[in-house]
Nanobody, 127 residues
């Protein structure tokens, strides 16, 4: 089992920044990738960003490219999401997730590729 704890959410004005953190513990040796997803009220959970552990390769959904940056510390089993130029449409609960075992890169934007999930942290962007 892997336990994930997110932090860093909050309320921010449009154009502002937040930095989310996610710390993994437990059987982290099997981590292949860590990702961030978000879910807004009344909407399905959507992919935001991911980082592959073995080489640090990152990926983003189009709506956050150039504004969000994912980074990580393998030694501390921690991943971060720096969110800049936030917009009201970024308002959502943000979830951190771990994918264990090798996956095709194209699969990693799908929530079904992830085996462990955090409880989520609320991000609210006011206009």
């Amino acid at each position: 089992q892997v336990q994930l704890v997110e932090s860093g959410g909050g309320l921010v004005q449009a154009g502002g920044s937040l930095r989310l953190s996610c710390a993994a513990s437990g059987r982290t040796f099997s981590t292949y990738a860590m990702g961030w997803f978000r879910q807004a009220p009344g909407k399905e959970r959507e992919f935001v960003a991911l980082r592959r552990w073995v080489d640090g390769k990152t990926g983003y959904t189009d709506s956050v490219k150039g504004r969000f940056a994912i980074s990580g510390d393998n030694a501390k089993n921690t991943v971060f999401l720096q969110m800049n130029s936030l917009k009201p449409e970024d308002t959502a609960v943000y979830y951190c997730a771990v994918s264990s075992g090798a996956r095709r890169w194209s699969e990693l934007a799908n929530s079904r590729a992830y085996d462990y999930w955090g409880q989520g942290t609320q991000v609210t962007v006011s206009s």
